[in-house]
């Protein structure tokens, strides 16, 4: 089992900025892919972005584009989520995960079907 244990979220006014971090512990593997989703008041969960193992490769979505940044610390088992320019509709509860079946350097997929462990989540709460 892999325990995920989010934290970093908060109250911000839009325009401002968070860092979310998601630590990882417990069974390990040989290269996994880290990526953020969330799922805001009565919608579906949506992914956000993803980083490979290597951290040269990272996939998007088109809202974190331009705004959002991910970086890992594979020694640490650590997963960094970079938030400016925060908006209103950023407001969801945010959710790391770990893809174990990902290749060091392909690229992070988007589906969360491939995401095998997920954490609880943090909350992000952006005002306008």
């Known amino acids: 089992q892999v325990q995920l244990v989010e934290s970093g979220g908060g109250l911000v006014q839009a325009g401002g900025s968070l860092r979310l971090s998601c630590a990882a512990s417990g069974r390990t593997f040989s290269s996994y892919a880290m990526g953020w989703f969330r799922r805001a008041p009565g919608k579906e969960r949506e992914f956000v972005i993803a980083?490979?193992?290597?951290?040269?490769?990272?996939s998007y979505a088109d809202s974190a584009k331009g705004r959002f940044t991910i970086s890992r610390d594979n020694a640490k088992n650590i997963v960094y989520l970079q938030m400016n320019s925060l908006k209103p509709e950023d407001t969801a509860v945010y959710y790391c995960?770990?893809?174990?079946?990902?290749?060091?350097?392909?690229?992070?997929?988007?589906?969360?079907?491939?995401?095998?462990?997920w954490g609880q989540g943090t909350q992000v709460t952006v005002s306008s």
């Open positions: 980083i490979a193992w290597s951290g040269g490769t990272t």
């Open positions: 995960a770990v893809a174990p079946a990902v290749g060091a350097v392909a690229a992070p997929p988007k589906r969360a079907i491939y995401y095998t462990y």
